[in-house]
Structures are given as structure tokens and as C-alpha cells.
């Protein structure tokens, strides 16, 4: 069984900036697909980041790229997200997900994804 915590969300004024972890339990963690998530109230779940098993390919939302950076360390099972230049419009509960089924690339949409984190809240005030 796969558990994912996530770690690092919190109260932050737009322009300031916050870096999520998600340790990830389990052995498969260097074979699998990373992405990360989030939900706003309201609104559906939507793809922020992704990133392939062995990190070298990166995949971004258009409202997060250039100022989004998802990372990953195999050696400590864990997956960063970095974020710099936060808006009020990226207030939202933060999710991790992990993908064993995929070998290649990452996926942006969360139905490939087979087991995720509590979340961590966001809060960015203007």
C-alpha cells in the first residue's frame, strides 16, 4: 500500500512564495509518475504539475508554468513543488498523486493517477 503526505502549505501574501513536499511510503516510488493537484472550493480538481519517473520530463499548467518547479529526489521518496510569485487565484487544497502504471512521461489528467495524499492548504491573500 502506497501513503503520501504532503508538507510545507500555509497563509502567504500574493508575490511571496511556498515550497510543498510529499513523502511517499512504499517501494515503487522510482518507477512511478508524479503529479500534483489541486481543488479550490467550488471547483474541480485540476492538474498543476507532473513530473516522469526518473525526473526528466516536466509537465506544467499554463497558469502555474514559469513560476511552478516540480522536483523530485528518488533517494528520499519525495516530490517537491516549488512556488514562487503566488497569486490569490492559486488558493486551493494541494494534492500529490502517484502513477505506477506509467513507465514514460507523466499524465496531466487525474484518473491516471492510483493513489493520492490528504492535501495541504494554500492560502494566498492579496
Known amino acids: 500500500q502506497v501513503q503520501l503526505v504532503e508538507s510545507g502549505g500555509g497563509l502567504v501574501q500574493a508575490g511571496g512564495s511556498l515550497r510543498l513536499s510529499c513523502a511517499v511510503s512504499?517501494?515503487?516510488?522510482?518507477?512511478?509518475?508524479m503529479g500534483w493537484f489541486r481543488q479550490a472550493p467550488g471547483k474541480e480538481r485540476e492538474f498543476v504539475a507532473a513530473i516522469s519517473r526518473l525526473g526528466s520530463i516536466t509537465y506544467y499548467a499554463d497558469s502555474v508554468k514559469g513560476r511552478f518547479t516540480i522536483s523530485r529526489d528518488n533517494a528520499k521518496s519525495t516530490v517537491h513543488l516549488q512556488m514562487n510569485s503566488l497569486k490569490p487565484e492559486d488558493t486551493a487544497l494541494y494534492y500529490c498523486?502517484?502513477?505506477?502504471?506509467?513507465?514514460?512521461?507523466?499524465?496531466?489528467?487525474?484518473?491516471?493517477?492510483?493513489?493520492w495524499g490528504q492535501g495541504t492548504q494554500v492560502t494566498v491573500s492579496s
Open positions: 512504499g517501494r515503487t516510488f522510482s518507477s512511478a509518475a
Open positions: 498523486a502517484v502513477d505506477r502504471a506509467r513507465s514514460v512521461g507523466a499524465s496531466t489528467s487525474p484518473n491516471d493517477y492510483d493513489s
